[in-house]
């Protein structure tokens, strides 16, 4: 029996839901009241990290890439890992721009994604990206996307901490800008899939409260978010 399911299902990609599901396994059954303090220590964690990486001189061309783009999505803890097979996940925020160029309030996504190769150690990182075109924020807002599949990213051409596998390409649909902590060998953003948190929306804004219906229609806001819109640029 074991011997047939291994066939069917090779240890390789066993291995590789497991990790993937540990990533998520903290957010799992969450209560209400869980939700929304989650909700808004993850909207406060954006906002520390889009302000460091603004205020930092390595990341000279975000505030650049920020005012020209749609939308930005801010994920303050990306997790890699793995040994052989990896993996990565983490949560964040996605704000849109206004015809009148204001922000909009936030809407909450997970981002994961595994691969398998040589790989082996952890890594942790904060990572900004940018939506070049408005074809981008409408992809992310309208289904579960894939980067590098749906959209093609690149990885921000000035900053420190990059990930070297990701060449520069200008006509991108998405930047990614990344500070690393600890070592990784192997792996990319490329393939990494959008997740809507629905709960977490709704525990921030109220029933109802869609990604779209937050960003283009406007229909849901929150005070709390007042200090991270201030901060993009």
Do not use: C
Not at 55 to 61: H, I, L
Not at 96 to 102: I, L, N
Not at 121 to 133: A, D, I, R
Not at 170 to 194: C, I, N, Q, R, T
């Amino acid at each position: 029996m074991i011997k047939g399911l291994s066939q069917a299902f090779p240890l390789a990609n066993i291995m590789r839901f497991a990790f993937i599901i540990s990533l998520f396994s903290p957010l799992i059954l969450l209560t209400p009241a869980q939700a929304a303090s989650d909700a808004e220590e993850l909207v406060g964690e954006s906002r520390y990290t889009l302000e460091k990486m603004l205020g930092n001189p390595d990341y000279s061309k975000l505030k650049e890439f920020t005012e020209r783009a749609k939308g930005v999505l801010i994920i303050p803890q990306l997790v890699k890992g793995g040994f052989i097979v990896g993996g990565e996940g983490g949560s964040g925020v996605l704000l849109v721009k206004g015809a009148d160029g204001t922000w909009s309030n936030p809407t909450f996504y997970t981002l994961a994604a595994g691969s398998i190769g040589l790989q082996i150690g952890g890594e942790v990182s904060e990572v900004v990206f940018t939506l070049m075109n408005q074809g981008a924020v409408d992809a992310i807002l309208d289904s579960e996307i894939k980067f590098g599949a749906d959209l093609s990213i690149a990885i921000g051409p000035f900053g420190a901490g990059v990930e070297a596998s990701t060449t520069i390409n200008l006509d991108a649909d998405v930047y990614a800008f990344s500070s690393s902590v600890g070592l990784f060998g192997g792996g990319a953003l490329e393939g990494a899939k959008l997740f809507t948190r629905e709960s977490y929306n709704t525990s921030y804004y109220g029933a109802g409260a869609t990604p779209r219906a937050i960003t283009i229609e406007r229909v849901y806001s929150n005070p709390h978010s007042d200090k991270l819109r201030a901060a993009l640029p």
